[in-house]
């Protein structure tokens, strides 16, 4: 282990705990049946419980940090790429409402969606919301595989957003999680996609047991796919160690060309 994790590791007073969570192998002995996302959202839970809730956008209702801030800079740059009050939008893998907290009080009643494979976060989220707001504008969470989804199949949101989703996805889901947004959009919606990616375009960089920098060439191919492009809308920030970077794109629908009659 580097010396730096040991370091940020060690000033939790249970460190000693961290050897108990189980890899995905070990984990998948004990759960046969059991997918990627529900040892993400395992490992997280353990993993929280640690450190005292301390995480840079999760939380659990016995962990609680009342952060207010972190998400207000993600939330600030929807609303400077068309973002307005009247639109409704989704935020896939929205975990504890870090935005959410933000664009719930800002978009009208019923606005807000958000998704996520696991309620423990969103539910935790949605209790550090002012109640009053939560009464008057009705945020809509729900499971990526619940009713919603079909609600929002037929009637597609203007804005999708997914922020530090992607990179706890592996590389053999990575088609299945983008064809299920692709179900979400109409030839209007625009979908944000704010992650790491790796520096070198052909490389894939495995971070640690649940996050990945993923290559640029991958994810293009997948999109193009699901007949979908991406403009880069802020420039990479690159990550200290200089192996990854960070993107966000807006992604939208290709125009399909009208099928010409055969004379
Ligand atoms: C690092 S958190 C980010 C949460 C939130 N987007 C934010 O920026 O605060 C990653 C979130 O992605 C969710 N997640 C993991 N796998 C997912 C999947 N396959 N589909 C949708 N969400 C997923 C997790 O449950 C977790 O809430």
């Given at each position: 282990m580097k010396l730096r994790n040991l370091?940020?590791?060690k000033k939790y007073k249970n460190y000693h705990k961290f050897k108990s969570i189980k890899t995905f192998k070990q984990w998948q002995q004990d759960n046969p049946e059991g997918t990627f996302d529900q040892y993400y959202v395992y490992r997280v839970t353990e993993k929280l419980k640690i450190r005292d809730g301390d995480h840079p956008t999760l939380t659990l209702a016995s962990t609680i940090k009342n952060d207010e801030t972190s998400g207000e800079s993600i939330f600030r740059f929807l609303i400077e790429h068309?973002?307005?009050?009247?639109?409704?939008?989704v935020d896939y893998g929205c975990g504890s409402l870090r935005v959410g907290r933000h664009l719930i009080p800002f978009l009208e009643p019923r606005s807000y969606y958000g998704l996520d494979v696991t309620d423990t976060f969103y539910s935790a989220g949605?209790?550090?919301?002012?109640?009053q707001i939560v009464a008057k504008r009705q945020p809509q969470l729900d499971l990526v595989d619940g009713n919603l989804v079909d609600q929002l199949q037929e009637d597609p949101p203007d804005y999708i957003f997914s922020v530090g989703v992607?990179?706890?996805i592996p590389p053999e889901e990575l088609s299945d999680f983008i064809s299920k947004i692709t179900l979400l959009m109409s030839d209007k919606t625009a979908f944000i996609l704010g992650t790491q990616i790796a520096k070198e375009t052909d490389s894939t960089i495995h971070?640690?047991?649940?996050t990945w920098f993923h290559n640029k060439e991958q994810i293009e191919s997948i999109l193009a796919e699901n007949n979908l492009i991406?403009?880069?809308?802020?420039?990479g920030r690159e990550l200290e160690e200089a192996k990854g970077v960070r993107v966000f794109w807006k992604i939208v629908k290709q125009l399909q060309l009208e099928e010409q009659p055969i004379n």
């Open positions: 370091i940020n590791i068309g973002l307005k009050s009247h639109h409704r939008v949605l209790v550090q919301i002012d109640s992607l990179i706890h971070r640690n047991e649940v991406a403009t880069d809308i802020k420039s």
